[in-house]
């Protein structure tokens, strides 16, 4: 993917310089363009409702998809179709007209798998693909999970899916999706997504870097959660009760900053008052947190990204904390949590606390680590963010990376959101370019080539000569 990079004018320099995502310069742009994404009414591929067209055109594309693939997702779930026959199918979908629970798991399921075959949106598919992928694996990789075992569920990253624009990005889980006997979760975007709405591309690091990741791994949810309860009891005002009882939704959010950076944060606060505009509300954080929503209320989600923020590694943190936290306050009303009315300040020294937990806390299901041990942001992942910016901007070849580090999927969708944050120009251009940056990494990745691969992260070399000895072999 690397490439000579581009001579750059003294000009272009100065105005990258100027282009600060500190600034926000770009934030009424990226909320008109999440906006712009949430009143379409593109609704994606007609789910199929007839059993034996179905079944036909699954079987049509199942050599279409890598060995992995092939072996853990499309095979079993084209042998439960079959197994269910015309009657069972129908019964299905009967019971759930509102495609809210078995039969919407069903149907996703076999909409991704007909999508990638058949070749719906494909350029923005491969590259929404290999973003999750990249997501999913990087959890699982050799390097980052030294002395962890691997998940208790999930074999593959999931597949990603077009549709159900009402419900926004959303997954299924692994456990759920383990019921049709395949071996990976499935990840949705509303189909605008695919050409507008880059924002919502942030969201993605919540699905599955959160969901699918924290869902494979047999009691560390639960074990999260009773930390929360423990650690905020002394704050009392449900607020222990509040937080662990969300604590799906809440530590996603987490793994997601972890993975994404302060993009992930900033770029929470821009979609959902993005989404506020759509249905026709301010363009803001709402204050009040519902006792039946599984969500945090969005404006004690906002602080939680600033508190993650300001817990990562790179430079800039206490600058971006800071900043998030301001953007929240901007929106803060009065803060009411499941019925009960709390200060902004005791919101956020609850945030505070939380972030600390799900971030620093050691959990027995991950051999005591904690999810910060597995996944962080650091200067490095900074300097690659930073390299990317211009050429996803002017869609020029990427450079090489900064100290020759890795390049991966987040960084270019962290690189393409700060853009738009810093400029807010040309959205459209610039989401075109990420899915071309993000289409040639998928070109490269093992998992989907011939070969049966599952996690490209395990595939390292362990050496016998120290590294400080092998940079000496090589002159370096």
Same mark, same amino acid.
């Given at each position: 993917?690397?490439?000579?990079?581009?001579?750059?004018?003294?000009?272009?320099?100065?105005?990258?310089?100027?282009?600060?995502?500190?600034?926000?310069?770009?934030?009424?742009?990226?909320?008109?363009?999440?906006?712009?994404?949430?009143?379409?009414?593109?609704?994606?591929?007609?789910?199929?409702?007839?059993?034996?067209?179905?079944?036909?055109?699954?079987?049509?594309?199942?050599?279409?998809?890598?060995?992995?693939?092939?072996?853990?997702?499309?095979?079993?779930?084209?042998?439960?179709?079959?197994?269910?026959?015309?009657?069972?199918?129908?019964?299905?979908?009967?019971?759930?007209?509102?495609?809210?629970?078995?039969?919407?798991?069903?149907?996703?399921?076999?909409?991704?798998?007909?999508?990638?075959?058949?070749?719906?949106?494909?350029?923005?598919?491969?590259?929404?693909?290999?973003?999750?992928?990249?997501?999913?694996?990087?959890?699982?990789?050799?390097?980052?999970?030294?002395?962890?075992?691997?998940?208790?569920?999930?074999?593959?990253?999931?597949?990603?899916? #077009?549709?159900?624009?009402?419900?926004?990005?959303?997954? #299924?889980?692994?456990?759920?999706?383990?019921?049709?006997?395949?071996?990976?979760?499935?990840?949705?975007?509303?189909?605008?997504?695919?050409?507008?709405?880059?924002?919502?591309?942030?969201?993605?690091?919540?699905?599955?870097?959160?969901?699918?990741?924290?869902?494979?791994?047999?009691?560390?949810?639960?074990?999260?959660?009773?930390?929360?309860?423990?650690?905020?009891?002394?704050?009392?005002?449900?607020?222990?009760?509040?937080?662990?009882?969300?604590?799906?939704?809440?530590?996603?959010?987490?793994?997601?900053?972890?993975?994404?950076?302060?993009?992930?944060?900033?770029?929470?606060?821009?979609?959902?008052?993005?989404?506020?505009?759509?249905?026709?509300?301010?363009?803001?954080?709402?204050?009040?947190?519902?006792?039946?929503?599984?969500?945090?209320?969005?404006?004690?989600?906002?602080?939680?990204?600033?508190?993650?923020?300001?817990?990562?590694?790179?430079?800039?943190?206490?600058? #971006?904390?800071?900043?998030?936290?301001?953007?929240?306050?901007?929106?803060?009303?009065?803060?009411?949590?499941?019925?009960?009315?709390?200060?902004?300040?005791?919101?956020?020294?609850?945030?505070?606390?939380?972030?600390?937990?799900?971030?620093?806390?050691?959990?027995?299901?991950?051999?005591?680590?904690?999810?910060?041990?597995?996944?962080?942001?650091?200067?490095?992942?900074?300097?690659?963010?930073?390299?990317?910016?211009?050429?996803?901007?002017?869609?020029?070849?990427?450079?090489?990376?900064?100290?020759?580090?890795?390049?991966?999927?987040?960084?270019?969708?962290?690189?393409?959101?700060?853009?738009?944050?810093?400029?807010?120009?040309?959205?459209?251009?610039?989401?075109?370019?990420?899915?071309?940056?993000?289409?040639?990494?998928?070109?490269?990745?093992?998992?989907?080539?011939?070969?049966?691969?599952?996690?490209?992260?395990?595939?390292?070399?362990?050496?016998?000569?120290?590294?400080?000895?092998?940079?000496?072999?090589?002159?370096?």
């Amino acid at each position: 993917m690397a490439s000579t990079p581009k001579t750059v004018s003294k000009k272009t320099v100065k105005a990258d310089k100027a282009a600060d995502p500190l600034k926000l310069a770009g934030m009424k742009a990226v909320i008109d363009d999440a906006c712009l994404a949430a009143v379409s009414n593109s609704t994606g591929p007609v789910d199929p409702l007839n059993h034996a067209a179905f079944l036909k055109r699954l079987k049509a594309v199942q050599s279409k998809f890598p060995p992995v693939y092939e072996q853990y997702y499309v095979e079993p779930y084209i042998k439960t179709i079959t197994n269910l026959g015309q009657t069972k199918f129908n019964q299905v979908l009967k019971r759930d007209p509102k495609r809210e629970s078995d039969a919407g798991l069903m149907l996703d399921l076999g909409q991704a798998i007909l999508q990638h075959g058949e070749g719906f949106a494909k350029a923005s598919t491969r590259a929404f693909q290999e973003f999750i992928s990249d997501l999913y694996d990087g959890f699982l990789s050799a390097e980052d999970r030294r002395g962890v075992k691997q998940p208790d569920l999930g074999v593959i990253p999931p597949l990603a899916k #077009w549709g159900n624009p009402d419900a926004g990005p959303y997954t #299924w889980p692994v456990d759920a999706a383990s019921s049709f006997g395949v071996e990976a979760a499935v990840v949705n975007m509303p189909p605008a997504n695919a050409e507008h709405g880059l924002v919502a591309w942030a969201a993605l690091g919540h699905e599955t870097a959160g969901h699918d990741i924290l869902h494979a791994d047999d009691g560390l949810q639960a074990e999260l959660a009773e930390m929360l309860r423990t650690n905020l009891a002394p704050l009392g005002q449900g607020l222990s009760d509040y937080w662990a009882d969300r604590i799906d939704e809440t530590s996603s959010d987490v793994m997601g900053i972890l993975n994404l950076g302060p993009a992930a944060g900033i770029g929470l606060i821009a979609y959902f008052r993005g989404l506020g505009k759509a249905y026709g509300q301010p363009a803001k954080l709402g204050s009040t947190g519902y006792d039946d929503d599984p969500h945090p209320a969005d404006i004690v989600r906002g602080y939680l990204a600033a508190e993650v923020v300001a817990l990562l590694s790179f430079a800039d943190h206490t600058a #971006w904390a800071k900043l998030i936290a301001a953007e929240t306050d901007k929106d803060c009303g009065t803060v009411v949590l499941a019925g009960k009315t709390i200060t902004a300040a005791v919101a956020r020294k609850s945030a505070r606390i939380v972030a600390k937990t799900l971030v620093k806390g050691k959990a027995k299901a991950l051999e005591n680590h904690a999810l910060g041990d597995i996944q962080g942001w650091a200067d490095s992942d900074e300097a690659i963010v930073q390299a990317m910016r211009a050429p996803l901007r002017d869609g020029t070849p990427l450079p090489p990376t900064p100290g020759g580090k890795k390049l991966y999927a987040a960084h270019l969708v962290s690189a393409a959101v700060m853009e738009a944050l810093a400029s807010g120009q040309n959205l459209g251009t610039l989401q075109a370019n990420l899915i071309k940056a993000l289409n040639g990494l998928h070109d490269a990745n093992p998992s989907w080539g011939p070969l049966f691969i599952a996690h490209p992260g395990q595939m390292r070399r362990d050496y016998f000569v120290p590294a400080a000895l092998r940079r000496l072999q090589r002159g370096s």
